[in-house]
């Protein structure tokens, strides 16, 4: 059964800091990769995806890298702010879902970012 | 701009009762899901459905069923509602693709169970 781990639980870091979050998998056969961000008491954002072909997708000062052999997938946030203040989550698409594709997720990393 | 709309923010509702909560997304999307989210378990998926009137199983369907009549709404339905249903649910559509299908989650419906 794919397991997905993100490490640390928790981060806390001040403002201006670049930081990586880190999503690790047992099962290294996925469609793709998706980084979410939630805030509390409210619903996931998208952040990137990355398909399994891909080694990489940014979006602003964030950068995603996928690793897919080893398992490992990291989440890069360049200068961070307080309002980059939220719990993150990882989440893998396996080829085993079906035509579904339904994600298998992390517990997520919850960000601080003090100011 | 993407949109998944869930029916209620926040319910209370009472043991046995039945429930319903309603999704509905814009996107002319195949898939939609129901997960639940709760405090040291993470997301679990409830049921998914990948086409009008198609429904599947996830981790952990007892006590739930769904419905699908209509390709943008896909409704979760608590047959007789029991406290250790208290939670946050979510809902989230995607494209029927393979490798590119992005999954956009509506704001969630925190539901409680007295």
């Known amino acids: 059964k794919q397991e997905v781990t993100q490490i640390p639980a928790a981060l806390s870091v001040p403002e201006g800091e670049n930081l990586v979050l880190n999503c690790s998998f047992t099962d290294s056969a996925i469609y793709n990769l998706q980084w979410f961000r939630q805030d509390p008491g409210k619903g996931l954002t998208s952040l990137l995806l990355i398909q399994s072909s891909q080694r990489e997708q940014t979006s602003g000062r964030l950068n995603a890298s996928l690793d897919k052999s080893s398992g490992r997938s990291t989440l890069y946030i360049a200068a961070s702010q307080p309002g980059d203040s939220a719990t993150y989550l990882c989440?893998?698409?396996?080829?085993?879902?079906?035509?579904?594709?339904?994600?298998?997720f992390g517990s997520g990393t919850q960000l601080t970012v003090l100011p | 701009d993407v949109k998944v709309t869930q029916s209620s923010r926040y319910l209370v509702k009472r043991t046995g009762e039945k429930v319903f909560l309603e999704c509905v997304q814009d996107?002319?999307?195949?898939?939609m899901f129901w997960y639940r989210q709760d405090p040291g378990l993470g997301l679990r998926l409830i049921y998914f459905s990948y086409d009008v009137k198609m429904k599947e199983k996830g981790d952990i369907p007892e006590g739930y069923s769904v419905s699908r009549e209509k390709k943008e709404r896909f409704s979760l339905i608590l047959e007789s509602a029991s406290t250790n249903q208290t939670s946050m649910y979510l809902c989230a559509s995607s494209l029927l693709g393979l490798t590119y299908n992005e999954q956009f989650f509506g704001p969630g419906t925190r539901l409680t169970v007295l």
């Open positions: 996107m002319d999307h195949e898939n």
């Open positions: 989440a893998v698409q396996l080829i085993s879902s079906g035509s579904a594709r339904q994600l298998t």
